[in-house]
């Protein structure tokens, strides 16, 4: 997710149907300027070299959890069926990807990936804070689904449900005391002072800092051959 405000100006994007690095490339409707949806930067264009400002999406999660969270919600929507009505439900819904998220392909340019120190197709959670880079196996948030870490010296809490793929990353020092978390379940896990955080708004429900929301920090879910080739000097959790 990325801010289209630039310089004091708001673009809109669409997709140009290009790919660079094995990845989608964006344009912007008033200059033409292509952009990378993975890094922000703008790599052809009148703007090339420019960078959109990452911003920290909220997780992925099922309707049920998102309505609980946030009863007020407006929801934009397409009908299914409403452009091509020759095709089932359960066609419009399969996943036009699953035989190659399952085989060992490798985005569509055919380039060998050299970087050997993960499996190309290992899933990772990618975060970036100022010039650091780290990824985080999901295989690591097993059998808990949080990782304390820090990053740029920055204590951090990493977030990844296995079965939903929700993920968040927050800074863990909401009063500059860096806090350590225990998860007790679902999406939420109780702090050493006995305050309970929710880990998908990053907002304490219960106890001493009931009210408080940590900061979300920036990140990607997406595989590991993707991440380390757009951030080679990437270091990884546990490693």
Not at 41 to 58: N, P, Q, S, T, V
Not at 95 to 109: C, K, L
Request: glycine share 10%.
């Amino acid at each position: 997710m990325y801010s289209r405000e630039l310089d004091g100006k708001t673009y809109t994007f669409g997709v140009s149907g290009k790919l660079w690095r094995d990845a989608l490339v964006m344009y912007d409707h008033q200059t033409r300027t292509l952009w990378s949806h993975i890094t922000g930067e703008a790599i052809r264009g009148k703007l090339e070299g420019k960078r959109l400002k990452m911003l920290a999406g909220m997780p992925k999660i099922d309707w049920r959890t998102w309505r609980l969270n946030f009863p007020g919600t407006k929801v934009l929507s397409v009908p299914v069926g409403a452009f091509d009505n020759s095709f089932s439900i359960e066609e419009q819904r399969r996943d036009s990807y699953a035989q190659y998220h399952a085989g060992p392909e490798t985005g569509v340019s055919g380039m060998h990936y050299s970087d050997t120190r993960l499996n190309n197709k290992e899933l990772v959670v990618g975060v970036k804070h100022g010039d650091r880079h780290r990824a985080y196996p999901t295989s690591e948030f097993q059998p808990k689904p949080i990782v304390h870490d820090a990053i740029d010296n920055v204590p951090i809490l990493v977030f990844h449900d296995q079965n939903s793929g929700a993920t968040a990353v927050y800074k863990r020092t909401p009063d500059g005391l860096t806090l350590v978390f225990e998860w007790c379940k679902g999406y939420f896990a109780v702090d050493s002072a006995g305050t309970t955080w929710n880990l998908i708004t990053g907002l304490a429900t219960q106890g001493k800092y009931k009210g408080t929301r940590l900061e979300r920090l920036p990140s990607i879910n997406l595989y590991w051959f993707a991440w380390a080739r757009y951030y080679p000097d990437t270091s990884i959790y546990g490693r």
